[in-house]
């Protein structure tokens, strides 16, 4: 069943969560749109295309302390770090709640993570659906699409009126605020998506693994950072103990297989060192390892990346020429 | 786009390819977009005709022959791209003899991103004396002369007056996600092991943070003190657009001003920081 929140119930309701929650949403940051912790409804830019960053940072933050060690007395402790609040992410898109499902299969797969098992299970998410499809966006190519309500715990659409509340789990129907009409409308027609073939990518990428294709695609990847992380999916981080004064803190901070250092292991040995290894890793984990594991792909097809590379290496044209490679392969 | 140019770069670049003068030719072909360029390596006489270049050719392409040496390339150089060159000369990162520079006399780039592109010439553009490159094997298009604007610092001047700087910088330094896209497209970044990754001695750790972010982003500025050539590859890719320029430009403006040295103009003479004299004034602290 659908409600209606006009606007200004919606910035009530966002206000009396603030008062329980951290609540994270977009805030216009110069010329970009972030998810931020916010400390009053005002900051939320409603009106924004896509945030910079998905909201990933939120339940693996780019630095977080795992732990503490400390020496009181004699004694040595080992001090948690604890989630102490309950949180709800709000604005994020579809496509974001779908990214958020696939690194659940990695984090809460036993032995889970504890600090994001807790951060996830405390954290409800309530969308926006998209008004608009971007030129780079493909969600509905990788099994979501600007209405689809899965994974959020509420999806809210915009409509003239305000907005529709779609509620969609029992920890959405919780946050819900008493006395929302039922809405009686027309949901809209969601914004149409150009597709891209996605067929058979795995095996693709299965059969393309010495194909020079890496080295060429990697002569112009710059092996910064930037694609993994504004990628929804992308998790991968490095660890690291910082010691001061009979204190440790153990901390894990963002990384990725770019790096040169990534996969660096003591005594010097490096299994990927050419960029093209590297760059080849990137879509080997999102197209081939990921789905080996869990099924799905490790692409939600946000189009961040695409927006972001510094020198426009397109996700979307690396699936379509390793289809053509396998096609010209298979003599097809 | 001027497809005259256009043409004589194809055409040498398949020329070179066909001789075997060069293994690759490093230009620009047009972007996923339809609308902006890229960087794009030949090999193949017929890839030749994937090149183009018009006013969104923003990109340094200079940094790509340190990951091709030893090996004959041909490459696309703009005006202020034949500093990055002569900058790795000088630094001996390259050798001359090694690289087949096609020089472009370039009107000025705009500004860009994916799917987007500017009408307006980019600011470094607008002050650029160069009417064609320093150095070059083969030079393509008319060289203009150039009706450049006087370099005025202007955006020094005015970073100089923000109240609290300190401020200011932690929360630009904020933002960083440390993705150093801006450390991988400079050209002037080739050390085989950043200090951004060492860990003995330990300069800075690894955590994404105002603090750290500082650190980074401070060393790096120094390290390029007299040595960045302004192609402001820092700025147009950093994701969480910090204002880079105003670092590099004041070390450039007071480079200059103190030492009457500009990066990358001649491969003869070699950065303030990176020479000794012995009569040389140490006035520190004065």
Request: proline share 6%; glycine share 6%.
């Amino acid at each position: 069943m659908n409600l209606l929140a006009s606007k200004d119930d919606l910035i009530r309701w966002l206000d009396s969560l603030l008062q329980e929650r951290i609540v994270i949403a977009p805030v216009r940051v110069q010329e970009q749109t972030m998810f931020q912790p916010i400390s009053k409804v005002e900051e939320i830019a409603f009106d924004f295309d896509n945030t910079t960053l998905s909201p990933k940072g939120w339940f693996l933050p780019p630095t977080e302390a795992l732990f503490t060690v400390q020496r009181d007395d004699g004694q040595v402790n080992l001090v948690p770090a604890l989630v102490e609040r309950d949180a709800v992410v709000f604005g994020l898109h579809p496509c974001d709640a779908r990214g958020i499902a696939l690194m659940d299969s990695s984090f809460l797969q036993e032995p889970s993570d504890a600090l994001y098992r807790e951060r996830r299970s405390r954290t409800a998410l309530i969308g926006l659906a998209c008004r608009q499809a971007l030129p780079e966006c493909f969600c509905t190519s990788m099994g979501s699409a600007p209405d689809d309500p899965s994974h959020m715990d509420i999806l809210l659409t915009e409509v003239k009126d305000g907005y529709i509340v779609q509620v969609v789990t029992e920890k959405g129907k919780a946050l819900v605020p008493k006395g929302l009409a039922k809405y009686k409308g027309k949901v809209p027609t969601p914004p149409k998506l150009q597709a891209i073939p996605t067929m058979e990518v795995t095996s693709a990428m299965r059969g393309l693994f010495n194909d020079p294709y890496w080295e060429r695609l990697a002569d112009r990847c710059l092996h910064c950072n930037v694609c993994a992380y504004v990628c929804p999916t992308c998790y991968c981080f490095d660890v690291r103990d910082y010691s001061d004064k009979g204190k440790v803190e153990r901390v894990r901070s963002w990384e990725s297989c770019q790096s040169p250092g990534f996969s660096l292991t003591a005594g010097g040995y490096a299994p990927r060192t050419t960029k093209g290894e590297r760059l080849r890793q990137r879509f080997s984990h999102k197209f081939l390892y990921f789905p080996e594991r869990f099924r799905d792909v490790a692409c939600v097809g946000c189009g961040r990346c695409v927006k972001a590379c510094p020198v426009n290496i397109d996700i979307r044209e690396v699936i379509s020429d390793l289809q053509q490679l396998t096609e010209v392969k298979s003599g097809s | 786009m001027d497809m005259e140019l256009i043409q004589q770069i194809r055409d040498k670049a398949r020329n070179l390819l066909e001789e075997g003068t060069v293994e690759g030719v490093i230009g620009y072909e047009r972007a996923s977009d339809g609308l902006t360029a890229r960087p794009f390596f030949a090999y193949e006489p017929a890839a030749a005709e994937r090149l183009i270049f018009d006013e969104t050719c923003i990109h340094d392409l200079v940094k790509y022959l340190l990951d091709k040496k030893g090996k004959k390339m041909a490459i696309v150089v703009k005006p202020c791209d034949s500093r990055a060159i002569n900058l790795l000369l000088n630094e001996e990162q390259i050798k001359r003899d090694k690289v087949f520079i096609i020089g472009v006399s370039c009107p000025g780039v705009v500004e860009t991103s994916w799917n987007r592109r500017s009408e307006t010439l980019q600011a470094r553009c607008r002050t650029c004396q160069l009417s064609k490159p320093l150095v070059y094997d083969f030079l393509v298009g008319r060289e203009v002369a150039r009706q450049a604007e006087e370099e005025t610092y202007s955006d020094i001047t005015e970073a100089k007056a923000i109240a609290n700087k300190e401020e200011f910088w932690l929360e630009q330094f904020g933002r960083c996600i440390r993705c150093y896209a801006c450390r991988q497209v400079c050209p002037g970044c080739y050390c085989p092991v950043c200090f951004a990754e060492r860990l003995e001695p330990l300069w800075v750790g690894i955590r994404i943070a105002p603090e750290e972010n500082r650190v980074w982003q401070t060393m790096r500025t120094f390290h390029l003190a007299g040595r960045c050539i302004g192609c402001n590859e820092c700025e147009r890719v950093c994701p969480v657009d910090i204002p880079l320029s105003l670092l590099n430009r004041k070390l450039e403006k007071d480079v200059k001003e103190l030492f009457a040295f500009q990066a990358g103009l001649d491969p003869e003479e070699s950065p303030p920081f990176a020479t000794f004299k012995k009569d040389e004034k140490l006035e520190f602290g004065a």
